[in-house]
């Protein structure tokens, strides 16, 4: 029944409250998958996490907690399809775009996958941030051309994607240029 709930609350994943009350139900739902060695518990709590392995402010956390037990049910042919399938479902879900394929990429190596997921999750932090840096300055050049009198084009005709030293680089021979020119 937990199960039929959580994509419910999950597709208001944006709402403060809803990530409240996943990350409440997330972990009494991963005690039940790391402490239970009955198969059908495992696999029931496996399906309760896929849908909040997808919410992003919970993957951490489940990386953290319940990665071992994942893997150890993907590897597992004793445990059956349900199971296995569910756990290379939540590793879908978790970021790991091909599953267990990743798995067998880090040698089954649980220790290598977790980096993996913190190295991907810092790399698109990075991206972010560059995205972030590089509008502000887009922004803060638009500024200083329309400052200047020189029209918005400046900040635009400076280049989208370039550092910020060829960014001020450019301004100034740009200035330099227009004021040789009057």
């Known amino acids: ?81 349900t199971a296995g399938a569910a756990a290379a479902d939540v590793l879908v879900n978790l970021g790991f775009e091909q599953g267990p394929k990743e798995l067998e990429i880090c040698g089954n190596d649980v220790t290598l996958l977790e980096e ?23 922004h803060y050049w638009a500024e200083v051309g329309l400052a200047l009198g020189l029209g918005c084009g400046v900040g635009l005709t400076l280049g989208f994607g370039l550092g910020f030293e060829e960014q001020r680089a450019r301004a100034r021979r740009y200035l330099r240029r227009r004021a040789a020119s009057q």
């Open 116 to 138: 993996w997921f913190l190295m991907e999750r810092f790399l698109r932090d990075q991206r972010e941030a560059c995205r972030a840096t590089s509008a502000t300055l887009e």
């Open 1 to 81: 029944a937990l199960g039929a709930l959580v994509p419910l609350v999950a597709q208001r994943e944006g709402d403060g409250f809803a990530v409240a009350q996943m990350r409440s139900v997330c972990g009494p739902v991963m005690r039940l998958l790391t402490d239970s060695v009955d198969d059908e518990v495992a696999t029931a709590a496996v399906v309760c996490l896929r849908p909040l392995a997808a919410v992003d402010a919970l993957r951490a956390t489940i990386v953290e907690s319940a990665l071992p037990r994942l893997l150890s049910l993907c590897l597992s042919s004793a445990v059956g399809g």
